[in-house]
């Protein structure tokens, strides 16, 4: 079993294609691409964290949802985003949450559909996983953006995230928000 993470998939949106400047012809191909993605990495014993907008917020045809949800492997976990309709929450969930701390491979992880400056475990080498902002930014040395927009419209483990979250810059912010500082030795790091 492996955990895989991703966000803002907006299935069903076409103005997201031409926002993102998205290399699709219509939503349909969109919509096929990234399902068929999903369907190359995970397998269905696997763990699947949606951070967020798995399809656009006015989608009320509830079984087009269902289909791209029964099409997509693997035990799905829902962190709510600004575009997850009541609809799309009352799909079939493994687990739903605003904000959940979790564990992948010893490294503490902070999932979310918003970027966060403090999050829990931000002063003790934690994670922070995000989406919302789509190809906008990457994020920083603890906070990285698990979109599909970043990662080539395909979802992402943790190995790639940390070898990522390595190249990018300390947040500038990071020491306004956390009592008595942090270290860089204190951030996230690749395993070996």
């Not at 919509?31 to 369907?39: C, G, V």
């Not at 992880?109 to 999050?119: E, K, R, V």
């Not at 902002?133 to 953006?145: A, E, I, K, Y």
């Amino acid at each position: 079993m492996a955990n895989w993470y991703s966000a803002d998939l907006h299935l069903g949106q076409r103005r997201i294609i031409r926002f993102c400047n998205r290399p699709f012809a219509d939503t349909d191909d969109m919509d096929a691409a990234l399902i068929a993605a999903f369907q190359e990495c995970v397998r269905p014993d696997d763990d699947l964290w949606f951070l967020g907008d798995f399809s656009f917020g006015k989608n009320d045809n509830a079984e087009q949802l269902a289909r791209w949800f029964k099409a997509i492997p693997g035990n799905k976990h829902l962190v709510i985003g600004n575009h997850d309709t009541d609809l799309v929450q009352a799909l079939p969930w493994t687990s739903t949450h605003d904000l959940v701390s979790i564990t992948d491979q010893g490294q503490s992880l902070a999932l979310c559909h918003f970027p966060m400056l403090a999050f829990p475990g931000s002063g003790r080498a934690a994670l922070q996983l995000f989406g919302h902002v789509h190809d906008l930014w990457p994020g920083s040395r603890n906070s990285v953006n698990v979109g599909v927009d970043q990662w080539n419209y395909r979802p992402v483990q943790l190995d790639d995230l940390l070898r990522r979250a390595a190249t990018l810059p300390v947040n500038a912010h990071l020491n306004d928000v956390e009592f008595g500082g942090i270290e860089a030795t204190e951030m996230p790091r690749p395993r070996a």
